[in-house]
């Protein structure tokens, strides 16, 4: 599992952009299809470009195309209306669909894995506290912005943001969002920095890589 194949990076893709079609087929809204599906739609051609100048480790193109489905999932359904979280709604009696907040943990693991690999290749960072602490923070700045993202969605379309917003009536949602970022973030480095350490020091040219 610590290394791919030839064939993986080019599945995924191929996978990427069949579940890609799939969402946008007939999401129940266009504009939050659009809206949540943004970062794989842009996000897609920039690692096909830069993947053999600055190739990622197979765990962090594994986690980002896990994070691309949960996106688009949502981009499909919206959030508030995804079947897997009505299904966890009635399993566990819950007031809320919460297939957002399954969203906004990712939100923090998957950036946490990428940030974390990025500050050791291209900063004089090493494993340990300061890269934990800044790699923490980069990822709560990230999901700070997107709130504000959303903010500025809702004043500029209104009501028709509601779908995008998914608050779903919780006047704490925002800050429950950044919580769930800044949990996924910390579970994150806890359980897979030492995998990645290990992937990282097995790219072509050994932990030289590592400075890209």
Same mark, same amino acid.
């Given at each position: 599992?610590?290394?791919?194949?030839?064939?993986?990076?080019?599945? /995924?893709? @191929?996978?990427?952009?069949?579940? $890609?079609? +799939?969402?946008?087929?007939?999401?129940?809204?266009?504009?939050?299809?659009?809206?949540?599906? $943004?970062? !794989?739609? $842009?996000?897609?051609?920039?690692?096909?470009?830069?993947?053999?100048?600055?190739?990622?480790?197979?765990?962090?193109?594994? /986690?980002?195309?896990?994070?691309?489905?949960?996106?688009? /999932?949502?981009?499909?359904?919206?959030? =508030?209306?995804?079947?897997? %979280?009505?299904?966890?709604?009635?399993?566990?009696?819950?007031?809320?669909?919460?297939?957002?907040? *399954?969203?906004?943990?990712?939100?923090?693991? @998957?950036?946490?894995?990428?940030?974390?690999?990025? *500050?050791?290749?291209?900063?004089?960072?090493?494993? %340990?506290?300061?890269?934990?602490?800044?790699?923490?923070?980069?990822?709560?700045?990230?999901?700070?912005?997107?709130?504000?993202?959303?903010?500025? +969605?809702? *004043? @500029?379309?209104?009501?028709?943001?509601?779908?995008?917003? +998914?608050?779903?009536?919780?006047?704490?949602?925002?800050?429950?969002?950044?919580?769930? =970022?800044?949990?996924? +973030?910390? !579970?994150?480095? !806890? /359980? *897979?920095?030492?995998?990645?350490?290990?992937?990282?020091?097995?790219?072509?040219?050994?932990?030289?890589?590592?400075? %890209?």
């Amino acid at each position: 599992m610590g290394t791919d194949t030839p064939y993986e990076k080019p599945v /995924l893709v @191929v996978l990427t952009l069949l579940a $890609l079609i +799939a969402s946008g087929t007939d999401p129940f809204d266009r504009l939050t299809w659009f809206l949540e599906t $943004l970062p !794989v739609v $842009l996000g897609l051609p920039l690692l096909m470009a830069t993947h053999r100048r600055f190739p990622l480790t197979p765990l962090v193109y594994r /986690l980002l195309f896990i994070h691309g489905l949960i996106l688009m /999932l949502g981009g499909a359904y919206t959030y =508030a209306r995804v079947p897997l %979280g009505f299904w966890v709604q009635d399993a566990f009696e819950l007031s809320r669909n919460h297939y957002d907040r *399954l969203g906004h943990l990712a939100q923090g693991f @998957v950036p946490a894995m990428l940030t974390r690999e990025i *500050l050791l290749r291209a900063t004089p960072l090493r494993p %340990g506290g300061w890269l934990f602490l800044l790699t923490t923070s980069v990822v709560l700045a990230f999901s700070a912005c997107y709130e504000f993202f959303e903010w500025g +969605a809702a *004043l @500029v379309m209104g009501g028709e943001a509601d779908a995008f917003l +998914a608050t779903q009536g919780d006047i704490w949602d925002t800050q429950w969002d950044m919580l769930l =970022a800044l949990l996924g +973030a910390l !579970v994150a480095q !806890v /359980l *897979l920095s030492r995998q990645q350490d290990r992937q990282l020091a097995r790219l072509p040219g050994g932990t030289a890589a590592w400075r %890209g």
